[in-house]
């Protein structure tokens, strides 16, 4: 996990180019997706809609993902605490 970790001397890592690099794609991209909408004949509280929509499925699928890859994690170092062992 060096990604997360500062680093030895003055630099840059991975996440330091991937973050702003995919917040400059949405910024770009965002726009555009609206433009072809709005030229297919869809209403801007219709893309509101579909827009909230496809904001809450990512929360939730993100949501999901991290639970599935913490809770044995968790789970283990429950399993560990000397008084929940008898439980």
Known sequence: MHQIQF????GMTLADIVFPAFLFLVGVSSPLAFER??????SKPTQARSSKRRLADSRKTLLKVIADCLTPAIVARLQRVP???WC
Request: aromatic share 0%; charged share 15%.
């Open 83 to 85: 008084c929940l062992t």
């Open 37 to 42: 909408a709005q030229a297919a004949g869809k």
């Open 7 to 10: 680093p030895s001397a003055d």
